[in-house]
C-alpha cells in the first residue's frame, strides 16, 4: 500500500509538472503572438508595401539561389522576423518580381543590388539569364551595382545596361573549382580505421578519407565537366557585353600583367577590361537612379520598391499564381537537398516525406502528370529507392513523370529521377555519378594509445558487437559490407539500364561513379531532352493528352494554427526588412562555418543498411 501511494504521488507531482511545463509554453506562445499582432497591426497601419507610381524595382539577393528554401516554413519566417534567418533567396521569387515588373507600368528600371549574392548554379543564373533578357525587350533598362563582383554576381551583372563598380572595388572571375579538404594523413595520425567500400573508379566522394589529394581519376572527370561549366559561362558573358571569349579568358588567365597596367587599381582593372562601364561611389550611383526615377522626400533616394514588399503588394496577381483551370492538373514535387530517411523538411528530400507528396498526387484524380524538379547529388540509397518505387507507382497507374534536373541530379539525384518517361537536363546540370559507396570508421587504435582503454568481452556468435565503432572491425563483416555495396551498385545499373533500355554493360561503362554535365549526359542517352523546368513541364502536359493544365506545387500542407503564424510572421517580416541590416560575415565565421558543414555531412550519413548514392559534386 505504501509502494502504492509512492506511486501515486510520484505521478500525481509528475502531471503537475507537466501542466506547469505546458502552461509555461502557452504563456510564451500567447506573449509572442500579441507582439506579431503588434507588428502586423503596424504594418498595416502602414497601409502594407507600396509601389510607387514611377520608381525602380530593387533586386537583391542574399546568400544562396535555391529553388526551395530550407527548414520548416513556420520557424523559418520566425527567424526571419528575428533576423536568423538561414541566407538563401528563392528562385521563383526572382521570377515572378522581373516578370511582373516587366509588364507593370509604374516600374521604370530594375535594380540588381548584387553585393550578397552567395551561390548559385550556372544552371540557375541561365534561367534568370533568359528573365532579365526578357525584362530589356520591354525597353526597361537595367542597373547593376555592387562595391565587388564575384563570378556569380558578374554574371548576372554583365546583362544589365549599365554596370557600376565602387572606386575601390574589384571583380574577380574565379573560375570553376572543386577542391576538398582531404584527411587520409590526419587519420593515420589519429590511429582510425576509416574501412571504405565502394564501387566505381570515378566514386571520388569517398577519396578525402582515403586519400591525401585527389585521384587522376576524379582530376579527369572533374575537369571535364567544370570545363564545360565554364565554356558556358564564358560565353555567355561575353555575348552579354559585346567582348570575345578571348577577352574575358585574358582577363583571368593574364591578371597580373593586366593589374600592373592599372596601377594595381582593381577597379581600374574591371573597366579597362570591358566588364564594367562606370567607376562611381554609392551615392554617385544613387543620384544616377533619381535622374531615371526621381527622388524621394523622405529618404531622399531614388523611387523604389524591394523584391519582397513587391511580391508582397502583387498578391495574388504573382505571375506564378496567374494560373486558369486546364484539362487537368500537373504536380511539382521539389526534391532539393541531401537524400535522408524519414520526413525531412524542406531544403533536404525526406525518403517518407517526398514519398508522401508523390503519393498524394498519385491519389489525386485530377493529377494526370508529375514533373519531379531534382537538384540534389543523392545521399541515401535506401531513401532514392523509396521515392524511385513511388514514382514507379504513379507510373503503373497511368500519370505521367517527368523529371526536370536542375543544377546536379547525380548519384541518389539520378536514382530517384529513373522512373519516369522523360528526363530533362540542362546542358550545364552536373549529374550521372551512378555508384555506390559506404564507410565504417573505428577508433580503437586511438582509444588504447591515448587513454589505454581496451574493449573486450564475449558473445553468442561473432556478429554480437561487430558493429560497435570501438572495435576493430572483423573482416567477414567488411566483406560482407563490400558485397552489399557491390549488390547495391548493380541494382542502380538495373534501374539505369531498364529506365534508358541500355545493357547493362553499356550502362556500367558510363557509369563507375562518373560525373558528367547535362551536354554529355544526353549524349551518352542518360537524359531525353536539353531544355528547363517551363519545358519540363510543357512536355509532360502534352505527354499526359491536355492541351493546357494547372500546375500545382506539392507542399506538406500546415495546420490551421500554422497557417495563421506564417501569415503573420510573414507580413511583419517585410515591413520590417526596411529598417534590419544584415551582420557582416568574418574570416572566423566562414572557418567555422567550413567545418560545421563537414560535421553536417557526416551527421546525415544515415542509410540503414550503409549505402550511399552521394557524388558529393559541389563547385567552387
Known amino acids: 500500500m505504501e509502494q502504492r501511494a509512492r506511486g501515486g504521488w510520484r505521478g500525481g507531482l509528475s502531471a503537475i509538472f507537466r501542466g506547469v511545463d505546458t502552461a509555461r509554453r502557452l504563456v510564451f506562445n500567447l506573449i509572442f503572438l500579441v507582439l ?4 502586423v497591426s503596424l504594418a498595416l497601419g502602414d497601409k502594407g508595401p507600396q509601389v510607387p507610381d514611377k520608381g525602380a524595382l530593387v533586386i537583391s539577393p542574399v546568400g544562396n539561389l535555391v529553388e526551395q528554401l530550407s527548414g520548416d516554413p513556420v520557424q523559418r519566417a520566425v527567424d526571419k522576423l528575428t533576423g536568423n534567418e538561414t541566407p538563401e533567396t528563392l528562385m521563383l521569387d526572382l521570377v515572378d518580381g522581373i516578370r511582373a515588373a516587366k509588364d507593370d507600368e509604374r516600374i521604370q528600371v530594375l535594380v540588381l543590388d548584387l553585393d550578397n549574392l552567395g551561390g548559385a548554379g550556372l544552371t540557375k543564373l541561365q534561367v534568370l539569364r533568359q528573365e532579365l533578357q526578357a525584362f530589356k525587350a520591354s525597353g526597361k533598362p537595367i542597373i547593376a551595382t555592387a562595391d565587388n563582383y564575384t563570378r556569380n554576381s558578374y554574371y548576372l551583372a554583365s546583362l544589365a545596361d ?85 577577352q574575358i579568358e585574358a582577363y583571368t588567365e593574364d591578371v597580373v600583367r593586366l593589374m600592373a597596367e592599372a596601377d594595381g587599381d582593381t577597379a581600374r582593372l574591371a573597366l579597362d577590361a570591358g566588364l564594367v562601364d562606370t567607376l562611381a561611389h554609392r551615392d554617385e550611383v544613387r543620384s544616377r537612379l533619381i535622374e531615371l526615377v526621381g527622388e524621394d522626400d523622405e529618404s531622399h533616394s531614388f523611387h523604389q520598391v524591394g523584391l519582397a514588399a513587391y511580391l508582397e503588394a502583387l498578391g495574388e496577381e504573382r505571375p506564378s499564381r496567374q494560373q486558369e483551370d486546364g484539362d487537368g492538373t500537373v504536380a511539382l514535387v521539389v526534391a532539393r537537398g541531401t537524400i535522408l530517411n524519414g520526413s525531412q523538411p524542406p531544403g533536404t528530400i525526406g525518403g517518407d516525406s517526398t514519398a508522401s507528396l508523390i503519393r498524394q498526387a498519385r491519389h489525386d484524380e485530377d493529377v494526370k502528370a508529375i514533373v519531379l524538379r531534382v537538384d540534389s547529388g543523392g545521399g541515401s540509397a535506401f531513401a532514392s529507392e523509396i521515392i524511385r518505387r513511388e514514382l514507379a507507382l ?16 547525380a548519384s ?109 549526359a544526353y549524349d551518352l542517352g542518360l537524359v531525353d531532352q536539353l531544355g528547363d523546368l517551363d519545358q519540363a513541364i510543357a ?49 572566423a565565421d566562414e572557418l567555422f562555418a567550413m567545418v560545421e558543414e563537414q560535421r553536417q555531412m557526416l551527421s546525415r550519413f544515415d542509410d540503414p543498411n550503409g549505402a550511399y548514392a552521394h557524388c558529393l559534386c559541389e563547385v567552387e
Open 36 to 39: 506579431l499582432v503588434v507588428l
Open 162 to 246: 549599365e554596370v557600376y563598380l565602387h572606386t575601390m572595388g574589384l571583380a574577380v572571375l574565379e573560375g570553376y573549382g572543386r577542391y576538398r579538404t582531404y584527411h587520409k594523413e590526419g587519420i593515420d595520425r589519429l590511429g582510425l580505421d576509416w574501412n571504405i567500400f565502394k564501387v566505381g573508379t570515378y566514386k571520388s566522394a569517398v577519396e578525402p578519407y582515403m586519400r591525401d589529394g585527389m585521384s587522376e581519376a576524379a582530376m579527369e572527370a572533374n575537369q571535364e565537366w567544370m570545363g564545360d561549366l565554364w565554356t558556358s559561362y564564358v560565353a555567355d558573358v561575353a555575348a552579354a557585353r559585346g567582348l570575345t571569349q578571348d
Open 394 to 409: 504513379a507510373r503503373d497507374e497511368g500519370k505521367k513523370v517527368v523529371v526536370s534536373m536542375g543544377t546536379v541530379a
Open 412 to 520: 541518389g539525384g539520378y536514382w530517384i529521377s529513373t522512373s519516369s518517361d522523360e528526363i530533362w537536363a540542362s546542358p550545364n546540370t552536373i549529374t550521372g555519378s551512378i555508384g555506390i559507396f559506404g564507410m565504417l570508421p573505428t577508433y580503437q587504435k586511438p582509444l588504447a594509445k591515448y587513454l589505454g582503454t581496451r574493449v573486450d568481452g564475449v558473445g553468442t556468435n561473432w556478429m554480437a558487437g561487430a558493429l560497435r565503432a570501438d572495435r576493430e572491425i572483423d573482416p567477414r563483416l567488411a566483406e560482407i559490407f563490400q558485397m552489399g555495396i557491390e549488390r547495391g551498385y548493380e541494382e542502380f545499373l538495373a534501374r539505369v539500364s531498364e529506365a534508358r533500355n541500355m545493357s547493362r554493360d553499356d550502362v556500367d561503362a558510363i557509369a563507375q561513379g562518373r560525373v558528367w554535365s547535362g551536354a554529355d
Open 539 to 587: 512536355s509532360a502536359i502534352q505527354l499526359a493528352g491536355m492541351e493546357t493544365a494547372k500546375v500545382v506545387t506539392m507542399e506538406k500542407e500546415l495546420e490551421w494554427g500554422d497557417r495563421m503564424m506564417l501569415e503573420m510572421t510573414s507580413r511583419a517580416a517585410v515591413w520590417l526588412a526596411p529598417h534590419m541590416s544584415r551582420p557582416a560575415t568574418s574570416l
